[in-house]
T-cell receptor
Framework: KNQVEQSPQSLIILEGKNCTLQ??????????LRWYKQDTGRGPVSLTI?????NTKSNGRYTATLDADTKQSSLHITASQLSDSASYIC??????????????FGGGTRLMVKP | NAGVTQTPKFQVLKTGQSMTLQCAQD?????MYWYRQDPGMGLRLIYY???????DKGEVPNGYNVSRLNKREFSLRLESAAPSQTSVYFC?????????????FGEGSWLTVV
């Protein structure tokens, strides 16, 4: 069964500090991995996408890494801001097949940035 | 830029009542989805529509029905609501089911069944 596990479940950091969120997956055959940000009371919004051949991708203060061999990804947030307080969801796509959509969602990491 | 719009935002139902969640997207997307999100769990797929005129069951379809009314609209119906259906529901869409396409989510519908 395809699974996506995220850690930690929750995290509290001080404004200006860095943090790293982890995602481990057992999705096969792997197509891509996305990180989504979900603000409280809102829908998830895509931050970045990683394909099999990519091992690092940045989007502003967010940097995602992917190790396809160990099936791990991380999301590093630099110089955190209060607006970074949200849940971060790792979503792994399997290669398309006739069964249709093949997205597996992690349970998310809830980040709180305190002043 | 409306994107994916879903209504209602909040709803309280009594056990056994029925209701329909409405979803519309204005991005000319072919594929649309309904998910539910429960505390501590990842989003789970209820139903999806790969293209206009087709619908398929996802991971947790029991107790739900869907209608792809046209390319823009995809509704989710609870025929006889149960407390286990208390959840946050998200409608989503993407251009087509190619895994490289970004999936866009609505703002969510909070449903409580008492």
């Amino acid at each position: 069964k395809n699974q996506v596990e995220q850690s930690p479940q929750s995290l509290i950091i001080l404004e200006g500090k860095n943090c790293t969120l982890q995602c481990n997956y057992t999705v096969s055959p792997f197509s891509n991995l996305r990180w989504y940000k979900q603000d409280t009371g809102r829908g998830p919004v895509s931050l970045t996408i990683m394909t099999f051949s990519e091992n690092t991708k940045s989007n502003g203060r967010y940097t995602a890494t992917l190790d396809a061999d160990t099936k791990q990804s991380s999301l590093h947030i630099t110089a955190s801001q209060l607006s970074d307080s949200a849940s971060y969801i790792c979503v792994v796509s399997a290669v398309n097949n006739n069964a249709g959509n093949m997205l597996t969602f992690g349970g998310g990491t809830r980040l709180m940035v305190k002043p | 830029n409306a994107g994916v719009t879903q209504t209602p935002k909040f709803q309280v139902l009594k056990t056994g009542q029925s209701m329909t969640l409405q979803c519309a997207q204005d991005m000319n997307h072919n594929s649309m989805y309904w998910y539910r999100q429960d505390p501590g769990m990842g989003l789970r797929l209820i139903y999806y529509s790969a293209s206009e005129g087709t619908t398929d069951k996802g991971e947790v379809p029991n107790g739900y029905n869907v209608s792809r009314l046209n390319k823009r609209e995809f509704s989710l119906r609870l025929e006889s609501a149960a407390p286990s259906q208390t959840s946050v529901y998200f409608c989503a869409s993407r251009f087509d089911r190619d895994s490289g396409n970004t999936i866009y989510f609505g703002e969510g519908s909070w449903l409580t069944v008492v």
